[in-house]
């Protein structure tokens, strides 16, 4: 659908392992026989893996969750930013009770050290191995380092900003890097972007190994937990860039569902009122149809590229003359300020589509 | 059951935020309350949902194997949605093919989605006439109140007074005025204000004002235009000045959106028409 830069090495993220380990993950996941429930096989520490909000838009679970013996049950951020959900939790046959909220049978299942809850928005979780390891030796071997997998290199700099490149096409974005402490074991987290460095996680890896040259990690790839190896490259340059070298959206964990989220009546009335004034009709012919303009703004009001859908007016794909949609893209991006869309209080990542109505060369509708 | 429902329904706008990612409040999995109520959420064993992951609700219709009205229409929805227009409106008219049950649907999407008046109107006209003898409703309003919309939209002013009068009426007189959504009133007297009729109008936006659960100032809004087209411009700023503070009384209380998306006033529309 939309193409930003994030994008690309989201892509990264979702397969960021060495081909041969991608195999062995999948055929694990795939073979791996699911367990009946029992008490045994779920207590203890599970780490979070992922929320599957979408096909296309799966995101790391920075969550732990214990199931102990003495039937209490813990809900709790990796990073400790808010306070632990506690509560009780039981097993009665195949139905699971996580505190007041009850499974039945299927909903949850358990596939050798994953754990899937729902299906909705499924959770998933792996079960926790504690590495014991010192943080700060972790990010001694980090800072102002360049480090890399298969298709992404990691410009650690000293002062915890990081920046992603994707490998192949070059493109970078940028974010923080965070290192936690849980049961002596330590987590790699990358997070926020540019400017923000308490944003959402982009990556959640727990280091299971620290060697010269070498750094191997647990987490997530995709909705499976995953190996992933970073090997060193080199040390970052002084005044190295680790900006974005295109528009990035300020939360990792967006995704744009064009159409879901509909203008506001009075954003809609001024971008029409703008669009009637500032559109000069183009003498072309059979300039009449709908063009829906959609793109992504992200919460600093920067804006992603244009993308144009052009339809006939009964509604068949066509392309409109160049001057129309290319005239159309200038007024959008000159003339429509960043703060008519987003709302002053709420600065978040929004995705915006307009379809404009065209009769004869006129823009007749904007909704 | 209705208690969960209403916690997931609860759980909307909070995930509505995630799915937009917004910095400084909630973000996926950004608080253990969210994470909570995922976890709330999942002891669902519906496993799609309007609304929450699109594309997966999407795949979940492209593979279902029953072909009907209804499951076509929701594709199609689903389509126009994501700005396939060519695939969705195909869609549209294939499931009104098989089910004319579904010229509603179309005809719903034709006039809010895709603001094609014409063919809206002529969908939900096919619609009406499945049952000559009543105005089948959609549990909000009855299909004339939207035939009248779209005769608003194309013009026809007094075709579309004609539609709003048949679902206005026949409720009036089966169970009182006081029982019409004050909207249709609203509906009814744009058309007579279009139609230089400000008496019938002001009659209309005063059942509205009674029939409104609160002040609102979408009807004084449009009393106040009634007003002007009396020769009453001292009622017609009272009642825009009227219209203004319950406009910031709502914004205090959190609503900050036109009442009636199909007749939108807005608190910039009230002070143009102040100045005016």
Same mark, same amino acid.
């Given at each position: 659908m939309k193409t930003v830069q994030s994008d690309e090495l989201r892509t990264s993220w979702r397969k960021p392992i060495p081909v041969l380990g991608a195999i062995w993950c999948l055929l694990m996941a795939f073979l791996a026989p699911a367990q009946p429930l029992t008490r045994e096989a779920l207590t203890g520490r599970w780490i979070g893996v992922a929320i599957e909000y979408d096909l296309d838009r799966v995101c790391p679970l920075v969550a732990y969750m214990d199931l102990r013996a003495d039937s209490t049950w813990q809900l709790g951020r990796l990073d400790n930013a808010d306070e632990p959900r506690t509560g009780t939790w039981s097993l009665s046959g195949a139905v699971l009770r996580l505190d007041t909220t009850h499974y039945a049978p299927g909903l949850v299942t358990l596939q050798g050290n994953q754990l899937r809850i729902g299906q909705v928005i499924p959770l998933t979780f792996r079960r926790f191995r504690a590495v014991p390891m010192d943080k700060q030796v972790v990010w001694q071997r980090l800072a102002g380092q360049v480090w890399q997998s298969d298709r992404v290199e990691y410009l650690f700099a000293a002062d915890g900003r990081v920046g992603l490149r994707n !490998?192949?096409? !070059?493109t970078q974005t940028a974010h923080y890097a965070q290192l936690l402490e849980l049961d002596g074991s330590v987590f790699l987290l990358i997070r926020g972007s540019a400017g923000q460095q308490s944003g959402d996680v982009r990556e959640c890896w727990q280091v299971v190994s620290n060697e010269v040259g070498t750094i191997r990690l647990v987490g997530s790839s995709g909705p499976d937990s995953c190996h992933e190896t970073l090997r060193w490259v080199r040390a970052l340059g002084s005044g190295e860039p680790l900006g974005p070298t295109g528009f990035q959206t300020c939360a990792n964990c967006m995704r744009a569902n064009f159409g879901l989220f509909s203008v506001k009546p009075a954003t809609l009335r001024k971008t029409t009122a703008l669009l009637r004034q500032q559109y000069k009709p183009v003498d072309a012919p059979d300039a009449t149809g709908l063009i829906r303009v959609s793109f992504v703004q992200n919460c600093q009001g920067e804006r992603g590229p244009l993308q144009f859908q052009e339809y006939s007016a009964d509604y068949k794909r066509r392309l409109f003359d160049k001057r129309i949609t290319d005239q159309l893209r200038t007024l959008i991006n000159s003339q429509l300020p960043g703060s008519l869309f987003s709302d002053p209080d709420r600065q978040y990542d929004i995705d915006v589509s307009l379809t404009i109505r065209l009769s004869n060369g006129q823009i007749t509708d904007v909704f | 059951m209705k208690t969960i429902l209403l916690v997931l329904l609860g759980c909307l706008p909070g995930l509505a935020y995630a799915q937009r990612g917004r910095p400084g409040l909630i973000r996926p999995g950004d608080s253990t309350v969210e994470l909570a109520l995922l976890l709330t959420l999942n002891?669902? #064993?519906?496993?799609?949902? *309007?609304?929450?992951?699109p594309k997966k609700m999407l795949a979940r219709l492209d593979t #279902? #194997?029953?072909?009907t009205g209804e499951t076509l229409s929701r594709k199609a929805m689903a389509y126009v949605a994501q700005g396939d227009y060519e695939t969705g409106v195909a869609l549209l008219e294939k499931s009104t093919q098989i089910d004319p049950k579904q010229y509603r649907n179309a005809g719903s999407v034709y006039l809010y989605t895709l603001h094609d008046y014409d063919r809206a109107l002529r969908y939900l006209n096919a619609f009406d006439a499945l049952t000559p003898d009543f105005d089948d409703t959609d549990g909000i309003y009855p299909v004339s109140y939207h035939k009248g919309l779209a005769q608003r939209n194309l013009g026809h002013h007094a075709e579309a007074v004609r539609e709003f009068s048949i679902g206005i009426d026949s409720l009036a007189k089966k169970h009182?005025?006081? *029982?019409?959504?004050?909207k249709q009133y609203v509906s009814r007297a744009i058309a007579y204000l279009a139609l230089q009729q400000p008496d019938k109008a002001l009659t209309d936006l005063e059942q509205a004002a009674k029939n409104a659960t609160s002040e609102s100032p979408l009807v004084l809004f449009y009393q106040a235009r009634a007003y002007r087209q009396m020769g009453r411009p001292t009622d017609a700023r009272r009642a825009l000045q009227d219209a203004q503070f319950f406009w910031q009384a709502n914004r205090v209380k959190g609503?900050?959106?036109?009442?009636d998306t199909n007749n939108p006033v807005t608190e910039e529309d009230i002070e143009a028409e102040l100045n005016n």
């Open positions: !490998r192949q096409a !070059r | 002891r669902n #064993t519906q496993a799609v949902y *309007w609304g929450f992951g #279902t #194997t029953a072909v009182g005025a006081e *029982w019409v959504n004050y609503i900050t959106q036109p009442e």
